[in-house]
């Protein structure tokens, strides 16, 4: 018998003004975007911002059902968007917010294990590591480099 340790990294930033001004503006994009969503249900609303490597940036937000489970967050809304319009750019970066108005939030939100399992699978297309921003409707941030961090186990076929 062995135990094993992984290790994950991500770094905090006390607010948006510690970050360029591209990461300030898709983080500022996926803010915006929440305030669209589509969560009468839940009440909570998510915006996701992504940036891809022709500088584009994709928003979306979470869409619910009356039918609970047939809604999609913010972040596989933006993903699959994104890959569908754009299949050959690489995402570089996705920022998510989370909003639950009319008590805004500041504590910043992490993305579902659905949606990181998404992320992974986008990563394996591209061979590339994603950033991921997590905030709230201000203060503080977390980035991780990569979905290793998020889900050191994903499910590979
Ligand atoms: N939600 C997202 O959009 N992204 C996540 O990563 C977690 C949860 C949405 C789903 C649902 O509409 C609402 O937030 C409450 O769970």
């Known amino acids: 018998m062995e135990i094993n340790k992984k290790e994950i990294q991500y770094t905090t930033y006390q607010s948006i ?4 001004i591209n990461m300030q503006a898709l ?21 996701a911002a992504v940036l891809l490597s022709n500088d584009k940036i ?5 869409q ?26 690489k995402i570089r ?5 989370g909003n639950s108005n009319p008590h805004t939030t500041d504590n910043l ?11 992974a699978e986008y990563e394996s297309k591209q061979q ?6 997590m905030t709230g409707m201000k203060g503080k941030i977390m980035m991780v480099d990569g979905i290793d961090n998020l889900l050191p186990f994903r499910f590979e076929l």
Do not use: M, W
């Open 17 to 20: 003004d510690e970050l360029d």
């Open 27 to 47: 983080i500022e994009a996926s803010r915006q975007a929440s305030e669209q969503a589509y969560a009468p249900y839940s009440k909570f609303k998510v915006g």
């Open 58 to 62: 994709i928003t979306a937000n979470n």
């Open 64 to 89: 619910e059902n009356a039918s609970y489970p047939e809604g999609l967050c913010a972040e596989r809304v933006a993903l699959f968007y994104a890959s569908s319009q754009y299949p050959k750019e």
């Open 93 to 97: 970066a996705l920022a998510i917010a």
């Open 109 to 119: 939100i992490t993305p579902c294990g659905g949606c990181r399992q998404v992320l």
């Open 128 to 133: 590339e590591k994603i950033k991921i921003f």
